[in-house]
């Protein structure tokens, strides 16, 4: 069974903690990418990648930090420095087709919702 | 960077009336825009796209149309339905060096029984 896999589901920080979340695709897709969703402000993109060992900044990167050690995995670390990180964050992979004829189908995981305390 | 505005951030229709759903993108040289949908509680996922070599895409009652020069695009559903209640969010591909997808914030479709 194909899919993107997110861990945990619900993820409990206090304050000046570093946190892990898990992404895990068997997609064997190149890309991979990590939303935050906030109500009223859509998906904001905090790190992308599209191929192991390189990965770029989204718009809201400050506070966060990823790696991309494995073409499967992409996890990202939610740390002190993060002011406001209680959130939803969603997990993401797709193939990469570019050009003008090429479509960017972004399969989502389940999410993993973090509160700070 | 690439911007995405969307519009309206709620909407309520009557079953069996049509919703249009409006977006604009601030980089010209985004090439491909995707819209997906999510159910509360649900993860997003992809109803309809359209690349930019093309003006409008049809998918049975739901259709999107592009505007390249006035950079806006537009979901449309026809006959909705209350399965179609749901945050709808539209996306923008910037086509450079690294293909980075930017949404919208969102519209919250309510289709009233």
């Known amino acids: 069974d194909g899919g993107i896999t997110q861990s945990p589901k619900y993820l409990f920080r206090k304050e000046g903690q570093n946190v892990t979340l898990s992404c895990e695709q068997n997609l064997n897709h190149d890309a991979m990418y990590w939303y935050r969703q906030d109500p009223g402000q859509g998906l904001r993109l905090i790190y992308y990648s599209q191929i192991v060992n390189d990965f770029q900044k989204g718009d809201i990167a400050e506070g966060y930090s990823v790696s991309r050690e494995k073409k499967e995995s992409f996890p990202l670390t939610v740390t002190s420095a993060q002011k406001n990180p209680t959130a939803f964050y969603l997990c993401a992979s797709s193939t990469e087709q570019g050009g003008d004829s090429g479509a960017n189908v972004l399969t989502f995981g389940a999410g993993s919702r973090l509160t700070v305390l | 960077g690439e911007n995405v505005e969307q519009h309206p951030s709620t909407l309520s229709v009557q079953e069996g009336d049509s919703a249009v759903i409006k977006c604009t993108y601030s980089?010209?040289?985004?090439?491909?825009f995707p819209w997906y949908k999510q159910e509360l509680g649900k993860r997003p996922q992809l109803i309809i796209d359209?690349?930019?070599?093309?003006g409008e895409k049809k998918d049975q009652r739901i259709a999107v149309t592009l505007n390249k020069t006035a950079k806006h695009f537009s979901l449309h559903i026809t006959e909705t339905q209350p399965e179609d209640s749901a945050v709808y969010f539209c996306?923008?591909?910037?086509?450079?060096?690294?293909?980075?997808?930017?949404f919208g914030t969102g519209t919250k479709l309510q289709v009233i029984p």
């Open positions: 996306a923008a591909r910037y086509s450079g060096g690294y293909q980075k997808v930017t």
């Open positions: 359209i690349r930019s070599n093309v």
């Open positions: 980089d010209s040289a985004s090439n491909y």
